[in-house]
């Protein structure tokens, strides 16, 4: 772990170059590429794997089992879930440990945009170059080049994508 009694970053957390990572941060078993800034009180997992010049705005928690491609931009508080049917403990009153669950892995595709207090169900894929409304809740596939909103997240419109 880091020195810094603001910034809780794991020795087995992988930094491209000139990563910029704010504040009260915690950084466990992830990989983070090249450019990419990581905002105050975020918490990204164990697995993740964040791309190069990629945002993720400040009280974001990004789980184990997301992979966010290059150039995605992530918004405030935006929430990934990983476990379709969460559980403090097993049928029998057991506590639940990481045997007693599924991941279920989830997508953001290149240049795809998320707005501030979305949440993002697992198993999907947010396409190349979406975006995704601030507050949404995100419970399929995106595709790409498309805007999305509203709980659950439908499609508004498409995106042309020669401009952007």
């Known amino acids: 772990m880091s020195d810094s009694p603001t910034l809780r970053i794991a020795p087995n957390v992988k930094l491209g170059q000139n990563v910029k990572i704010y504040a009260f941060v915690n950084l466990y078993g992830c990989e983070i590429d090249d450019e990419s800034k990581i905002g105050t009180f975020v918490e990204i997992q164990s697995g993740v794997r ?64 998320i707005g501030s207090n979305a949440t993002i169900l697992c198993g999907v894929t947010i396409g190349e170059g979406a975006i995704v409304g601030a507050g ?19 499609v508004l419109r498409k995106i042309d994508p020669t401009k952007i």
């Open 50 to 113: 964040i791309g190069k010049r990629v945002k993720v705005s400040s009280h974001s928690f990004i789980c184990e089992g997301v992979t966010v491609e290059d150039e995605v931009f992530i918004g405030h508080g935006v929430m990934f879930i990983n476990d379709r049917y969460p559980r403090s403990t097993n049928p029998d009153g057991s506590v639940q440990t990481g045997d007693d669950w599924e991941l279920i892995k989830t997508t953001v595709k290149r240049r795809a945009s």
């Open 136 to 154: 949404s809740v995100v419970t399929k596939d995106v595709l790409p080049y498309t805007i999305v909103a509203g709980n659950p997240a439908r």
